[in-house]
């Protein structure tokens, strides 16, 4: 079933390609299933399905490589990260940094290796990568930091690298499927696909996915930062409740 | 089944936070602890963030000890007058607690904080619940007397004496003021209802009838356990409701449990593993302290 509607997807994505391709220049175009994820109480990860096409590029049969560069970007956030050093003999926090611009979930996936589709320059130009993201709002920061952070959230399966394995159906359809853990913050997720001819990027083109908390988890989630004493008297009612049931519950058991 | 936390934001399975609240409510319905100590590390065990584990479980108590000091107050097995004398050293306690917490928060080291309190309190229960324990054993294999406790101590010796009606007891209202600051100052810091300290310096050094130990103990837990919350929740933003909710739906059934257990079982041999368990998660939380980390890097989002 799903299949089916993801071929539909293509279908009537191909479709109106066609029809809008004299006014529309775009040598790419792409766009993702769902543009919202729900975290509901009981969330346990999703799935983003991007997919788009390219226009094929004459110069492929003259030996150059043109590609797709496909990055998710969650909104920026500062974060402080700590390095434990051992203090008296015990483990201990020690020194700290502050990193801008940090996102919550990053992805990457490209159809070959990012140095084969790009200069070093057009890498660093674009803020192509999450190294030279970080370390470009980051530049007076040690890189030994820079890289903790990216291995932590790598183990959390919040920074996730692709790279030379994105699939095409035919030489102009593309499509990826990223997995977004249950871990995953709330905020505004940029998908930004790359075209590149080699050397540098020749189109680029933006989605953009809302990750948000609904049901009862945001509403104790906001209830307890915009109004912390009401949640906080909440929390103990609901507490001095069970107390209370739980109390004549096993009173009327006993008889 | 998953279920997402709100406050920790993370994803944790239902059954694993039902079972550990049971488990925990089995253990404090067999040997009338609180659970407190055994459930904040057991939750920084399973991935729940120590700032959250700690201000969640003082949540938590609050219905635990709520709904046993309802059955004491029935039976009018409380010194409400003792008990509000400890509640007040407990407000100022816990309110002590919260702001270091809330500033050893901000710089990284309030779960080193956590983790020195809970080696400390743990290492020094377990062996004395350990030995207390061999020594029972030893002593009903030998069928010998406990030897009676003194009831004038140093303790009478202080100035402002209060009379305790239901206690029996004209006494000083400093020990009591101070001790119940303690408790509140722990409750803050590790998640605690304090119950394990409180009893024993209420029948030690205070020298109250143990008949109202408990009733009176758990009444001061309300309070302190209840006026930590808000402050954790107004300070901290740490208070997990969804958390405690499905916690204490475990703890309230297992402590059910626990109790009639506790009839069939005999609850002196069963002390012993009580006592090692307290050790155990000691051992564990220590050798965390001790041992190189295999990440030397954390990482937190600031709160603002």
Redesign the interface.
Known sequence: MKKILLLTFLVLFMASKFIYAEENNDALVSDIEDKVVE???????SELFIFGSREMNDNITEGIKSGIIIEVIATA????????E?KF?????DE?K?LEGVPDFYYINSSENIEELLSEDEINNNDIGIINHLTKNNNDVNSD?IN??I???K?KNLYQFKEGELEFKNDILFSTKVTLP??I?EGFYVIKTHLTDGTNVTSVDKQLLVVK?IG???F??EM??KT??I??????L???F???A??ET??RLRG | ???????A???VSIFLLIGLGGIVGILSGLFGVGGGFLMTPLLFFIGIPPAIAVATEA??I???????A??HLRRKTVDLKMGWILVSGGLIGSGIGVQIFKVLRDL??V??LVTLCYVFFLGIIGSLMLWESIRALIRSNNNIRPVKIKRHNWVHRLPLKIRFRTSNLYISCIPPFIIGALVGFLAAIMGVGGGFILVPVMIYIIGMPTKVVIGTSLFQIIFVT?FT??????QN?S????L??IL??GG?VGA?IGTRLGVYLKAEQLRILLAILVLAVCIKLGL??????T????????TK
């Open positions: 975290i509901t109480s009981n969330f346990n990860g956030k500062t974060r402080k990260i700590r390095k434990k051992r003999g015990i483990w201990v926090n700290e502050v930091f903790a952070l291995r932590i959230k183990r249950n871990n913050g908390k009862l988890g945001n104790l989630f307890a930062h912390p004493l949640y906080g008297i909440f929390s103990i609901v507490a001095l069970a107390g209370w739980a109390s096993f009173r | 089944m998953q279920v997402y936390l709100p406050i934001e993370v994803s949540n938590q609050v219905a635990s000890s709520f709904s046993g309802l059955a990284g080291q779960e080193l209840g919350t808000l402050l954790h929740s107004t933003y208070v997990d409701a969804l405690a909710l204490l739906i309230v059910q965390e302290l001790l041992i190189e980390p990440e030397l890097f954390s990482l937190q989002e600031i």
